[in-house]
Each structure stands twice: as structure tokens, then as C-alpha cells.
């Protein structure tokens, strides 16, 4: 797929966060994807603003559940954003997928994502109301 230009070259690094030069909370490789898309400028900040959560459930303490109460609902606001900026949820929700398999891409990845959720396993988050969209 890399090689085909349907995905960017993932970052395969063991480093569990990768690189973000701008600091922006996203992964260069994936925030080089999402720019790539032929999508509205609010769109691809949905996108944005996906990846950044889900760059944070890697990246929270396991042991701290205010962190990672954080994390979910900041998952569940990003999913309302996308909500609100594509008027098929369906496309939205088929590009964050799409973001997520590239974000847990290695193996030290997914196992930390697998345990993040393992972690949230039979915890709760509200639906979020309003707009959530950053910035």
C-alpha cells in the first residue's frame, strides 16, 4: 500500500509516540496523510484533532485514570467533531479507522493501544454535546 501512494511511508520506528517535528500532537507520517486527502480544510482538522487523541491513547499513563478518562473523552470528542464536519459520518468514519490502523502500525504500538483500551475496559464517557472541534 505504501508503495502504491495509497498510504504515506509509516513510520516504523520502536519509539511508541514517532515523530512529531512541529509538535503538534500529531505523527509527521500521518499528518502528511490527512493533508494529502482531497477534503475540506475543516475536514482534515477533524481528522487532525482524531489523530491527536488517538496519539494520546498510546501515550497516557496506564496507571492514571484521570489520564485516561482524558484520553476517551477526548476519542469521543473528536467523534463528534468528524460528526459535525462530514456530512456522511460514514466517510469520517472510514478515514479515522483508516488513521487508527496507522497509528498502532507497529508492534509496540498496537500492544500499547490494546492496552490502553484493556485499561477503559468497563469504564464510561459521555456523549459529548455541541461543537468539539478544536480550534
Known amino acids: 500500500m505504501e508503495q502504491s501512494g495509497a498510504y504515506p511511508k509509516l513510520d516504523r520506528s520502536t519509539d511508541i509516540a514517532g515523530p512529531d517535528a512541529n ?51 477526548g476519542l469521543a470528542a473528536s467523534s463528534r467533531c468528524g460528526m459535525l464536519q462530514f456530512p456522511e459520518y460514514s466517510d469520517f468514519s472510514k478515514l479515522a479507522g483508516q488513521i487508527e490502523a496507522m497509528t498502532a502500525n507497529t508492534r509496540q504500538r498496537a500492544e500499547r493501544y490494546m492496552k490502553y483500551n484493556a485499561a477503559r475496559s468497563g469504564s464510561s464517557t459521555t456523549n459529548p454535546r455541541g461543537n468539539t472541534c478544536e480550534d
Not at 486527502?37 to 498510546?58: F, G
Open 23 to 73: 509538535a503538534n500532537g500529531v505523527r509527521d507520517d500521518i499528518e502528511a496523510w490527512i493533508a494529502a486527502q482531497a477534503l475540506s480544510e475543516s475536514q482534515k482538522k477533524a481528522l487532525l484533532q482524531k489523530a491527536r487523541t488517538l496519539q494520546q491513547t498510546l501515550l497516557a499513563s496506564l496507571d492514571d485514570k484521570d489520564a485516561l478518562q482524558r484520553a476517551g473523552e
